[in-house]
């Protein structure tokens, strides 16, 4: 892990106008800065940072955080990585927690893997662009297929020299780690103990991480040959896992967020193509069936994938596989069969760019109908074969499960019916005994408190419509949010001469609690950092490491109005941007909240008098009197208020 001394560093260091500037175009507007939010499609900007409070908010679509979600957001990177990112810009030394001996071993294999693989990925790219045989051999072979030098170094397309050990040579001359060699799948191991180049005499496609990182590579023999697979891929290791890699996801990142589609292809070759026609948002499966991983990979950019496959028999059946998976992940999936025995690669070269983008506008096919087709035709008139082809149907449409997906199962049902000519109605019944089917699977796997829990939590999830007491809740939680911005944007100044405004916070609020868990958890949390000298403000609990309260204490913070400067320039005498309130603000916002807090109480208490028994009754009746004065009091200091 990340030292705290490292974030502190990191924290301070960040320039959030300068980070998100770099993505958006943003225009200064009061103290503020505006822009059209990078997170959906809009024309009237509406997305807000705030330099002063290091966050940004859309008031459009509701996005918000501060500089690290932003990374993580934007870049599709995780929290570590973002931190990362942000360490390198400013030149800030990464220092780590200590770690098991056996985390401490993963980190350095893999640290040591990636400099193996960047060293690799040097060796190779030379040796393709400044050797004879690189350049008589790949670079010819490339330029025949079309490949242009800008694009080769784009993707930072190497050769592997045929000679038997030259890039073993080099990593030994480099001082690497002999033992490491072969878990890169650079080097193998013959004879014994001779060391070897693995990917003799190939074309090498880096294939990197998310952050830019090369994890591994694809090597592809060139032209046709007997000598071996025509691809050999990186071996599984600490930074290389197929199942969770798409090649050209890195290029392809911001234009996939852009056009909202990803279109998935087989080959590495067909993604530089396509990128070389300006159609950027492509990656490649490497030629392996569809992974779950590999499908969230995809979501965290778009829900719309479109599939790119040869049109033989091998590319439907390619294409087909993965399917279930797509629809639990609520991916909108089209399919589209390049034709004439053609690959994407070929037939993108033979049309050109516009043609194939016509193509493929007008080829894509929904998924599951496409499907359906496909079974029909094999089943033919055999009425064994329709029935199977009918469950089979059933069983697919009954993996559309999750509740915003309710109206397109239901199109897929009419659609479904229609083209096996039978009733609608019995479609629906068998789609739903498969789904009553899996989930008493499921439910067998979990233990009955499991089960409690999860209906809890859903008994719990908030109604559509809000009754009077879910008013009263969401009046009562704008209190709690308001204690908390007042605790956060002044906690730390001066209340009097011995205490400062959180200490009178605590001390006023001390026999109060907040009714909801997160609002609690964060008073908590910043109650915990003052009590330890760490000075919590909005500014340094933006970068809290717990999630829930990084985002609560954005949407605290930001609001969409500001006053203008010019009314202090028109009203000079008044002072009223710049006038402090902070003490006004939090007397305000105490009283209020215990008003209100208070005024529950006297109604719980009013409730429990009228079926008290008269040894009660005269208890409980000390405490309305002693309520009513606590009531009288504030509503004097705050004057005369009415709350509902």
């Given amino acids: 892990m990340i030292t705290q001394n490292t974030i502190q560093q990191i924290t301070n ?12 175009k943003l225009k200064k507007r009061g103290t503020n800065y505006l822009g059209v939010c990078p997170f959906h499609n809009e024309k009237t900007p509406s997305f807000t940072v705030s330099p002063v409070k290091e966050i940004y908010k859309c008031f459009g679509c509701g996005k918000s955080g501060n500089t690290i979600t932003f990374l993580m957001e934007h870049e599709k990177f995780n929290y570590v990585e973002a931190l990362r990112w942000l360490a390198a810009r400013y030149n800030i030394e990464v ?8 985390q401490k071993a993963i980190i350095q294999t893999a640290d040591s893997l ?51 050990d030259q890039l073993t040579k080099a990593l030994i001359a480099n001082q690497f780690n002999k033992e490491l060699l072969p878990k890169t799948g650079l080097v193998s191991v013959r004879n014994g103990d001779e060391l070897v180049d693995n990917y003799r005499g190939r074309i090498i496609f880096p294939i990197h991480n998310n952050t830019g990182k090369i994890i591994g590579f694809g090597a592809r023999v060139i032209g046709k040959s007997d000598r071996g697979p025509k691809y050999i891929n990186t071996p599984e290791n600490e930074i290389y896992v197929k199942s969770k890699i798409l090649y050209g996801a890195y ?5 996939i967020d852009k056009a909202d589609e990803c279109l998935l292809v087989e080959g590495y070759t067909d993604v530089v193509s396509l990128h070389q026609a300006g159609i950027e948002n492509v990656v490649a499966s490497g030629g392996t069936s569809l992974t779950t991983d590999q499908l969230r990979l995809i979501k965290k950019y778009t829900n719309n994938l479109t599939i790119i496959y040869d049109g033989d ?35 993108v070269n033979k049309v050109g760019a516009k043609a194939f983008n016509e193509f493929v506008a007008a080829s894509k096919k929904d998924f599951i109908i496409f499907q359906l087709e496909v079974m029909l035709q094999e089943a033919g008139n055999d009425v064994n074969k329709k029935s199977t082809v009918v469950n089979q149907v059933a069983e697919t449409l009954s993996r559309i499960n999750k509740a915003e997906d309710f109206t397109k199962q239901q199109d897929y049902i009419r659609q479904c019916a229609a083209l096996l000519k039978i009733d609608e109605t019995g479609l629906t019944n068998l789609v739903n005994k498969y789904k009553r089917d899996k989930i008493i699977k499921e439910e ?5 408190d499991e089960a409690n ?10 109604e559509d419509v809000l009754d009077d007491t879910q008013l009263l809740f969401h009046q009562d939680e704008a209190h709690e949010r308001n204690i908390l911005r007042v605790l956060m944007e002044y906690g730390l100044r001066p209340w009097d001469e011995t205490r400062s405004m959180a200490d009178y916070i605590f001390e006023e609020l001390e026999q109060f609690h907040f009714d909801n868990p997160s609002n609690e958890k964060l008073f908590e949390e910043y109650k915990a950092w003052y009590v330890r000298g760490l000075e919590p403000t909005t500014k340094t609990m933006l970068y809290h490491d717990d999630e829930t309260i990084r985002n609560l204490v954005v949407n605290i913070s930001v609001n969409p109005f500001e006053l203008s400067q010019k009314w202090d320039e028109v009203m ?3 002072n009223i941007v710049n006038r402090d309130t902070s003490h006004q603000d939090v007397l305000l916002s105490v009283n209020y909240y215990k008003l209100r807090k208070v005024k529950k109480m006297i109604e719980e208490n009013q409730r429990d008098i009228e079926n008290a028994s008269y040894e009660e009754f005269k208890l409980l009746h000390e405490v309305h009197r002693h309520l009513k004065e606590v009531e009288r009091e504030l509503t004097k200091q705050l004057g005369t208020v009415i709350l509902k």
């Fill in 13 to 24: 260091r960040i320039d959030i106008i300068d980070v998100v500037g770099e993505f958006v």
């Fill in 95 to 102: 220092e780590e927690t200590e770690t098991s001996p056996e």
């Fill in 114 to 164: 990636y400099i193996i693989n960047n060293f690799a990925k040097n060796f190779f790219t030379n040796a393709l662009m400044n050797t004879d045989d690189g350049r008589a051999i790949a670079l010819s072979y490339l330029k025949e297929r079309g490949f242009r030098d800008d694009f080769i170094e784009k993707f930072q397309i190497g050769y592997n020299p045929d000679a038997r």
């Fill in 251 to 255: 290029q392809a990142r911001t234009a």
């Fill in 313 to 347: 028999n091998a590319g439907v059946k390619a294409a087909l596989r993965g399917l279930d998976m797509a629809l639990e992940e609520s991916l909108n999936v089209r399919l589209v069969l390049i034709p004439d025995n053609e690959d994407p690669d070929s037939y």
């Fill in 444 to 448: 067998k796997k979990i233990s009955q």
């Fill in 453 to 462: 829990q999860l209906m809890q939590e859903q008994a719990q999830q908030p």
């Fill in 572 to 574: 000079e005498s008044m």
